[in-house]
Every structure is written in C-alpha cells, then in structure tokens.
C-alpha cells in the first residue's frame, strides 16, 4: 500500500509539472485481534451492494456516516475514482438500482483492489501498538 501511495502521489505530482522524490515509510504495528470482540466492527468480505452503498454514503458526506470503530474490506481508492464518480452521478443509472451498483462493479474490478482498515475510534487506535517504521523502495 505504501508503494501504490507513492506512485498515486508522485502521479500527480507529475500532472501539476513537479518532479521530486516521494518517500514511502511503511508502519507496522501489532494489534491483538482477540481485543476486536469488544468494538463494533464492519467486516465486508465482498464487494457487494451493501459495500457500494456504504462507500456512497460516507464519500456524499461530510460527517462519519457510520459508528463502527473499525471498518475492514476493500478500499475504494484512486483506481476506482473515476468509475466511482460516474456511478455517484448517475450514468450507470438510478444509484440505488441494482444495475448500476452491479454495472460500477465490474468496472472497478474489485478483485484487483486492496484490503484495508479503517480505524475510526480513539478506542480502535488504541489497540494499535507501534512496532516500527522503515524506508521502502
């Protein structure tokens, strides 16, 4: 993920002219999974219609959308952004058709997309332990 952040920055860096050295840092920390019982969680284990509609409503607002401390599925990110942006403006169709979600996901290609998490509470984030932080090439 570090690696993609750093060719989506360094891309466009390169649309406005500007050419320099991005750094990729990669954070690890450890986090005891058995402490995730006591928080509420939203796993998406598929990138479904559910999913669609989740991403839609956090990205059309300002305010979180949602009271999970940790969200965890496939990030809706730079790849996606143009599909995405076509779907929210309707040329898929209505965006609460079936259609449209499933038309938005074959072009997006959600097999191909990576996992995150999403750490949204004081709570969550403190169950993050900081481990390390190195350079990447």
Avoid at 7 to 35: A, Q
Avoid at 52 to 71: A, C, G, K, M, W
């Amino acid at each position: 993920m570090a690696l993609r952040n750093r060719d989506i920055e360094l891309r466009r860096l390169n649309r406005r002219g500007i050419t320099r050295k991005v750094t990729s840092w990669l954070y690890t920390f450890e986090l005891d999974s058995s402490k995730l019982k006591s928080l509420n969680v939203k796993r998406f284990d598929n990138t479904d219609k559910e999913w669609v509609r989740f991403v839609v409503l956090n990205r059309t607002s300002e305010t979180p959308q949602h009271d999970y401390d940790i969200v965890i599925g496939v990030t809706a990110n730079d790849v996606t952004s143009r599909s995405a942006q076509l779907y929210m403006a309707g040329e898929y169709g209505d965006i609460d058709s079936d259609e449209a979600i499933e038309f938005f996901l074959r072009r997006i290609q959600p097999e191909r997309l990576p996992r995150q998490f999403f750490f949204g509470t004081k709570r969550s984030v403190n169950l993050l332990v900081p481990k390390g932080r190195c350079v990447i090439q």
